[in-house]
């Protein structure tokens, strides 16, 4: 093929983003297209939730207080990510009261970032906002975000300028992760933000463009560019129940985050070994010029301590390909990142 001529082929291959069937379906019938326009929701807010039956209902009530106010229409969004309370039944009553309430139902717990990512993928919003629904992000600080959205923002995130009720270990190792991630990777992740952010239909979109499996959605939202800002809040402490992310999910999520956007700690092996090659070296000339002046350097304990000091750097350093090895096998898998079991209230 000629450079930079584009055949008919190229045009018309399969899978080309623009060239889906919904192309020509809605050159047919341009009238239906428009009715469904009119039915989109300005809002769609996305939640995900895990054994939040005590919350719900009060998270409920205060996304409708405050969104509702703005006459425009909305959906919430409720993902159900494998709760083994009385969740689902909940949704599924509000859903049968208040028909803007959308449930995705999963097959089992998939986890927080993913509940984010399929609820995301069900929203029909111009604009979509992603918040926890155990109420530690209030839900009136959405409204603000969305008057920045009107300015033509394009994502704006929440930045938390206190949070209450987290132990002094949680904040301490979060400020730390934040500050490393920030120094290791190319991708401006802003400091004391979490995954609550509105997002305009177009991040939404490119969003869904990325389906990797272990995803750190705060990070993949910033790299994908658009016209972005912040907004503060106080983060609240948690109104009920327990948080969901113990040190072990803590610990995961951060390699998540940090192998996702950065390749250093691969690097890492590199410049160690040329360290350690070079005080090898020096150890050489120094063994030999002491016996060619005749003192030998006595010693299996230094022989014995070297061995196993090598021995952990070099297991640690297959550890960290281990982690690298370990997610690409997952992605070529190319198992789905979820499965829904149930989806309630998206037909129409
Ligand atoms: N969550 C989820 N799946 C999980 C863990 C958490 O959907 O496997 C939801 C949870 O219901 C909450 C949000 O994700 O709405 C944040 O979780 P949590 O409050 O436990 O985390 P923390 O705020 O303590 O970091
Ligand atoms: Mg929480």
Known sequence: MSMGVLTGKDIFSGDHPHMTLVEPVTQARPRDQRVTDAERPTFSIVAP????????????SRVVAAIEPLGEPFEIVLVNDGSRDRSLQIMLELHERDPRVKVINFSRNFGHQIAITAGTDYARGEAVAVIDSDLQDPPEVIVDMIARWREGYQLIYGVRSEREGETAFKLATASLFYRLIRKITSVDIPADTGDFRLMDRKVVDALKSMREHHRF???????VGFK???????????????TKYPLRKM????????TAFSYLPLQLATYVGFGVAALGLLGIIIVMTLRLIGNELAGQATTLVAVLFMGGVQL???????EYLGRIYDEVKQRPLYIVADAIGFEE
């Open 217 to 223: 959605m705060r990070g993949l939202s910033v790299w």
């Open 251 to 258: 610990l995961k999520f951060a390699m998540d985050g940090i």
């Open 228 to 242: 972005q800002t912040g907004v503060t809040y106080k983060r609240d402490a948690r109104k009920a129940g327990v």
């Open 49 to 60: 939730v895990y054994n939040e039956e005590v919350l719900l209902p009060e998270f409920y």
């Open 316 to 322: 640690v350093f297959l550890g960290i390909i281990g």
